[in-house]
């Protein structure tokens, strides 16, 4: 349940968001776009290298944004909530159920295992939430209230205190301006044993965070029942320094998925790094890698009689040196065997129009044929695997060399084009006939 103050609108990858734009009962105003804006030029102006491309997710049009291919939410510093959702049909598919789209990402994250580099349990997401924001406070909280039953982390944490007996180490200049006067206390140096710890001072700095940007009922409920855990942690300010502290080791391992979301709430860096002050944080995810990762999570359900690896690293472009291998290593995202034959498959997540496929794209997969078929793999084919789009029928493409001695032909690389519609309920059918033509 939201309150009614809230200022959250839906957009699908690649929409547009102007001034006066109306969504339900949110206007876009000029401050909305100024905020973005001035987060654009942040970027633009920023020293550090552009190689993270999830630092750019906006671009700025005239009167207006435009989002990339990042979903997920951001929230500016005066409370507009932007929820992003994937874009599963082109034009052809204009109206699509909203609640559906949303429960199918929901979906999707759950088969995500790394985000740059971290490591998220993300499988018990609620896909039935309407709002994706709250989804993932409430996985905060799922995980922090982990952490409370197992016990808050207690440390010895060095203390200065004016006391009335003399206790650790005495500080000869603070007593001497503390009790010139009142001679019965000794201002000490001692360490005490506390949960005032770095790693609980995130915690609870996530949760006050939170305490003002959640809107759900349940959700707010939930951070003022565990913050009364925290009474005597304090609060921090500078969040990269109290990160830099984090000393978990094997009796505290139960920590690291609350202080992951930690630092996603609080500094931004583990979905998608940005800087700038004009925006709260960005949960964001790349589009390519969920689609990647949730067809590859349905290919090792559904053909578990076969071996199945993602982003294999077994073939390489070239054989002539070890440095030509490691600079030239193939990656392709799925590879199927079984005793007789081999299926690549890679995903893309782009709406063919009718231009069809790239040729970078075809490039890339008659590559994977050629060398997997000379490294010793017998492979019927290569797939390219897209969301659904009825702008570019789907076809087989086949290279073949005619011999001068022979009048049948050899194949030389067999390339299929495969769409997947997401918003089906025979996903697994698809993948299962997929795979299954290759065989």
Request: proline content about 2%; charged content about 30%; aromatic content about 10%.
């Amino acid at each position: 349940m939201r309150v009614k103050n809230d200022r959250t609108i839906t957009v699908s990858e690649y929409d547009k968001i102007c001034k006066d734009d109306e969504y339900s009962d949110v206007t876009i105003t000029l401050e909305d776009i100024r905020e973005l804006k001035s987060y654009i030029d942040d970027q633009n102006s920023s020293d550090e290298s552009d190689s993270d491309e999830s630092r750019n997710f906006l671009r700025s049009i005239r009167n207006g944004v435009q989002v990339k291919n990042f979903v997920g939410v951001l929230q500016t510093d005066s409370g507009l909530t932007i929820e992003i959702l994937p874009k599963i049909y082109g034009k052809s598919k204009k109206s699509t159920d909203e609640e559906a789209v949303r429960k199918l990402f929901l979906q999707m994250l759950k088969t995500v295992r790394v985000i740059n580099g971290k490591t998220f349990k993300l499988t018990n997401l609620n896909t039935n939430r309407n709002d994706i924001l709250e989804v993932f406070i409430s996985m905060f909280l799922e995980e922090l209230s982990k952490v409370i039953k197992y016990g808050l982390k207690s440390n010895y944490v060095s203390v200065q205190s004016n006391e009335r007996f003399l206790k650790g180490k005495l500080l000869m200049t603070q007593h001497i301006r503390k009790n010139s006067i009142n001679k019965s206390h000794f201002y000490n140096e001692f360490d005490e044993y506390l949960i005032d710890v770095p790693e609980n001072q995130l915690l609870k700095t996530t949760l006050e965070f939170l305490l003002k940007r959640s809107k759900d009922n349940n959700n707010l409920r939930l951070i003022r029942e565990q913050l009364v855990y925290f009474d005597f942690v304090s609060t921090t300010k500078d969040i990269q320094q109290s990160i830099s502290k984090i000393q978990l080791g094997r009796n505290y391992r139960y920590y690291e998925q609350s202080l992951n979301w930690c630092e996603i709430f609080l500094s931004g860096k583990s979905f998608t790094s940005f800087r700038g002050s004009n925006l709260a944080f960005a949960i964001l995810f790349p589009m390519e890698k969920i689609f990647e990762a949730y067809i590859a999570h349905i290919v090792k359900k559904v053909l578990s009689d076969c071996d199945v690896s993602t982003q294999d690293t077994t073939c390489w472009l070239f054989d002539t040196t070890e440095e030509a291998k490691r600079s030239y290593q193939l990656r392709p995202d799925i590879v199927v065997k079984n005793s007789k034959w081999t299926t690549i498959a890679d995903t893309k997540w782009k709406i063919l129009d009718h231009k069809g496929p790239s040729q970078a794209d075809l490039y890339q997969m008659y590559a994977y044929f050629t060398r997997y078929e000379h490294q010793g793999s017998n492979v019927k084919e290569v797939v390219i695997i897209y969301p659904y789009s009825d702008e570019y029928p789907e076809k087989k493409f086949q290279s073949t060399k005619v011999r001068n001695s022979e009048v049948s032909a050899e194949i030389i690389a067999r390339i299929r084009i495969k769409y997947i519609d997401l918003l089906s309920n025979d996903i697994e059918e698809q993948i299962k006939e997929t795979f299954k033509s290759s065989s």
